[in-house]
């Protein structure tokens, strides 16, 4: 089956700064999609991105489904971007593969 | 648009009991649903794929007759997890993917934490 690696396995950040988490996958996919799992286990979509760039507000997010990897950017954090962030790939209709994520603490 | 409701959003049984978690797809209809299960500190791992309408697809490792999947509509799949016990305490998510619209991607639900005493 399909490997999702992610990295860094945790991040600590000041208030302010920026950060990319980069996930990497082993085989061709049709959905990617990248989470925030809240401090409720809530998984919040932030993006759904087989390729290309999105942006929303201060997250954004570049596939780059040739060479099997995505990337997440996250500016100017803030203590509530706190949290675990996921990566998940899946091929057509099927269910998603969700790497082991990236933790991420910001302290202000 | 595109959300997924999860009931009860926790439950605390005795061993030996069975609960029910249900998974609905409020604002759209969705053929196949997916279930996942999360330990602490650990990422989501798939459980059993449920197509309405038909028998689900249960992952290596997963007990299907411990773990009962019902899809009876295009907007409601149920787990039953049967004679429950400590070790099946965990975090259970669901998952759904609209019939209509992009077709791959996915809603999940807020979960289920049910802790077996």
């Known amino acids: 089956g399909i490997q999702v690696e992610q990295s860094p396995p945790d991040l600590i950040l000041q208030e302010g700064a920026n950060s990319t988490l980069r996930c990497n996958f082993s085989?061709?996919?049709?959905?990617l999609q990248w989470f925030h799992q809240n401090p409720w286990g809530q998984l919040i979509n932030l993006f759904y991105i087989p390729s290309g760039t999105k942006q929303n507000g201060r997250l954004s997010a570049t596939t780059v489904a040739t060479e099997r990897y995505s990337l997440l950017y996250i500016s100017s954090s803030q203590t509530t971007d706190s949290g675990v962030y996921f990566c998940a790939v899946g091929q057509a209709g099927t269910a998603l593969i969700f790497g082991k994520g990236t933790t991420l603490s910001v302290s202000s | 648009g595109a959300v997924v409701s999860q009931h009860p959003s926790w439950v605390i049984c005795k061993s030996g009991t069975s609960v029910k978690i249900e998974c609905r797809s409020l604002d759209f209809q969705a053929t196949t649903m997916f279930w996942y299960r999360q330990f602490p500190k650990q990422s989501l791992m798939l459980m059993a794929t449920s197509n309405e309408g038909s028998k689900a697809t249960y992952e290596q490792g997963v007990e299907k007759d411990k773990f009962l999947i019902n899809h009876a509509s295009l907007t409601l799949s149920t787990l039953t997890v049967t004679s429950a016990h400590p070790e099946d305490s965990s975090f259970y998510i669901c998952?759904?993917?609209?019939?209509?619209?992009?077709?791959?991607?996915?809603?999940f639900g807020p979960g289920t934490r049910l802790t077996v005493l």
């Open positions: 085989d061709s996919v049709n959905n």
């Open positions: 998952s759904a993917r609209p019939v209509a619209g992009s077709y791959n991607e996915q809603f």
